[in-house]
C-alpha cells in the first residue's frame, strides 16, 4: 500500500505495509489515511523543533479521519483505535489544526495516481 503528503513544495510518497492484526493483515482506505497522517505528524513534530512559533494546518480528503482528528467523530472502528491514539499522540502539544478538503483539490492523492 503507497501513501503520500505534501509539506509546502516537499512531496513524500512512501511504501507501508498492511496493518497485521490477530485476524491476519488489514488494509482500506482509512487505515492507509492514518498511516499517512501519522507519517506527517512524525515530520511536523522534527519541524516544529526547528520553527517552534509555526503553525500548521493538515488538510486532507478523508472526512472521516479529519473530523476524527478534530473531535467531530468518535472513533467506532476497533482497527482505527490505535492508529487514532498514536496520530492523536503525535498531534498532542503541537500547532495544528485538521481541515477536511474535496478528493479532487487533494495534491499529495493525484501523485498516488
Do not use: C
Request: proline share 6%; aromatic share 8%.
Amino acid at each position: 500500500m503507497w501513501v503520500a503528503y505534501v509539506i509546502g513544495d516537499e512531496e513524500h510518497v512512501h511504501e507501508i505495509p498492511d496493518l497485521p492484526t490477530d485476524r491476519g493483515p488489514q488494509r482500506s482506505n482509512n487505515i492507509a489515511e492514518y498511516r499517512a497522517l501519522i507519517l506527517l505528524l512524525r515530520r511536523l513534530r522534527e519541524l516544529a523543533a526547528a520553527r517552534p512559533r509555526e503553525r500548521y494546518v493538515v488538510s486532507g480528503d478523508s472526512q472521516l479521519v479529519v473530523y476524527q482528528m478534530a473531535g467531530r467523530y468518535r472513533v467506532r472502528d476497533a482497527k482505527l483505535l490505535p492508529l487514532h491514539a498514536e496520530a492523536k499522540g503525535l498531534a498532542r502539544g503541537l500547532p495544528v489544526t485538521f481541515r477536511w478538503i474535496p478528493r479532487e483539490q487533494n495534491r499529495a492523492g493525484h501523485l498516488l495516481e
